[in-house]
DNA sequence: TTCCAGGTCCGGC
DNA sequence: GCCGGACCTGGA
């Protein structure tokens, strides 16, 4: 499949930016993963998306997958920018933020607690191959479906590496397969609803939550707070302690960016991460306790 | 060897 | 409500 594309689109970073876990750098620019179960090879070569595989996902799941339908420029004309988040939009032309599959998103993020990227793509491939169905075409299974990952007792997983996650992941399954979490309806939920079921489960709190309302359920304006975007707010905007706390974190982002703060959140994150700390607004943009925070 | 990694839970103020 | 410590494990 080819797709012409309209503005930039990087796969390096939108694909290894943290929001998905388990895509793979191959040779010549090629990005090896699934899409919707299916196993494709991704790469940008003049302007046109090219996605191929034996039995790869249809031109309209890797359009939608990667927002190639609109929505990302919608995000671009709507979003509303300051000095820090004008410059990372600069920096990060073709970063997008992925339409993933909820239930993924949840388990990746549920293994990312006190752990490292590497470690979290680890454990996560460990639960595929344990409990994934196999794909066609070979490769790393298919992420468990909920009922699958739920046939592996605490001790299985535990044995997987998964460590003190090991319970979190087993209630998780658990829970979405008897329906006591029903993903799907976390769509149209409100953000406040959505999030109140989430962190019901055990070990789902705030952090993880949020990230999966973003990256999972489209809810653009969940604005998870990290410990890198805990750095963006302390050193950017002068907001540390209270002021960083999740709750009035996301009240500070949605009146500074504007409903899609959680998209934004996916580029200051990756800045900081990638390139350092963000230039500060002009002192002007700031609120009044921040400048004053931020004075000599 | 020691420390840390995209947090969450639990107990004490 | 807020603050501090423990928590599995693998890699630097």
């Given at each position: 499949v080819r797709i012409p594309l309209d503005g930039p689109l990087d796969l390096e970073a939108t694909l290894h930016?943290?929001?998905?876990?388990?895509w793979r750098r191959s040779s010549d620019g090629w990005h090896e993963g699934l899409i919707e179960g299916r196993r494709v090879r991704l790469r940008v070569m003049g302007g046109v998306l090219e996605a191929d595989g034996p039995a790869a996902p249809s031109r309209a799941q890797v359009a939608a997958y990667l927002r190639l339908d609109g929505s990302h420029e919608a995000f671009l004309a709507e979003v509303r920018r300051d000095v820090p988040l004008e410059a990372a939009l600069r920096a990060l032309p073709g970063l997008r933020v992925l339409r993933q599959d909820p239930w993924e998103v949840l388990v990746g993020f549920v293994l990312s607690q006190n752990a490292n990227q590497q470690r979290i793509r680890s454990n996560l491939e460990a639960l595929c191959a344990a409990a994934g169905r196999p794909v066609a075409g070979g490769g790393p299974n298919r992420v468990p479906t909920p009922s699958e990952l739920a046939r592996l007792d605490e001790a299985d997983l535990r044995r997987l590496g998964l460590g003190y996650r090991a319970p979190y992941v087993h209630a998780v399954a658990h829970a979405v397969r008897d329906g006591a979490l029903a993903l799907d309806g976390l769509r149209q939920a409100a953000y406040d609803e959505a999030l109140e079921r989430l962190v019901s489960l055990p070990g789902i709190g705030v952090k993880v939550a949020d990230c999966v309302l973003l990256y999972g359920l489209g809810h653009l304006d969940a604005f998870p707070v990290d410990v890198w975007i805990r750095r963006v707010l302390a050193e950017t905007y002068g907001r540390t302690g209270r002021q960083a706390a999740p709750l009035r974190a996301r009240a500070f982002a949605l009146k500074r960016f504007g409903p899609m703060a959680g998209y934004a959140q996916h580029f200051l994150f990756h800045y900081r991460r990638t390139i350092g700390p963000l230039p500060r607004p002009g002192r002007k943009a700031l609120g009044q306790a921040a400048a004053s925070a931020a004075a000599p």
């Open positions: 930016s943290g929001q998905a876990f388990r």
